[in-house]
C-alpha cells in the first residue's frame, strides 16, 4: 500500500517559517519526482515546488521562489519543503506527490497530469 504523509503544518505569523515532512511509502522513491501543490481556500490547486530524482533538479512557482526550499533523503524516503518569510497568502492545504516522469519542469507552471500518489494534505495558516 503506497502512501504519503505530511507532517509540520500549522499556524504561523507572518514572516515565521514552517518545514513540510513527506514520508513515503510502498514504492521506491528515487524512481519519482516529487511535488508540493497546495490549495487555498476556494482556489483550484496549484503546483509550487518540485524535486526530479537523480542529480537532482528542482522547480518553484514564481511566487515562492527565493523563500521556499524544497529537498529530499531517498535513504529516508523523506521529501521536504522548507518555508521561510510565510505570507498570509501562503495560507493553504499543502500537499505532497509521487510524479511518475520523475522529471520537473524547467520554467512555467507544474502541473499534476503525472502525479500517481497524493499525500492527505497538511494545513499551514499564516496569521497574526
Known amino acids: 500500500q503506497v502512501q504519503l504523509v505530511e507532517s509540520g503544518g500549522g499556524l504561523v505569523q507572518p514572516g515565521g517559517s514552517l518545514r513540510l515532512s513527506c514520508v513515503v511509502s510502498g514504492i521506491t522513491l528515487d524512481a519519482y519526482a516529487v511535488g508540493w501543490f497546495r490549495q487555498a481556500p476556494g482556489q483550484e490547486r496549484e503546483g509550487i515546488s518540485c524535486?526530479?530524482?537523480?542529480?537532482?533538479?528542482?522547480y518553484y512557482r514564481e511566487s515562492v521562489k527565493g523563500r521556499f526550499a524544497i529537498s529530499r533523503d531517498n535513504a529516508g524516503n523523506t521529501v521536504y519543503l522548507q518555508m521561510n518569510s510565510l505570507k498570509p497568502e501562503d495560507t493553504a492545504v499543502y500537499y505532497c506527490?509521487?510524479?511518475?516522469?520523475?522529471?520537473?519542469?524547467?520554467?512555467?507552471?507544474?502541473?499534476?497530469?503525472?502525479?500517481?500518489?497524493w499525500g492527505q494534505g497538511a494545513r499551514v495558516t499564516v496569521s497574526s
Open positions: 524535486i526530479s530524482t537523480r542529480n537532482p533538479k528542482t
Open positions: 506527490a509521487a510524479d511518475s516522469t520523475g522529471t520537473c519542469p524547467s520554467g512555467g507552471g507544474y502541473y499534476s497530469h503525472f502525479i500517481k500518489f
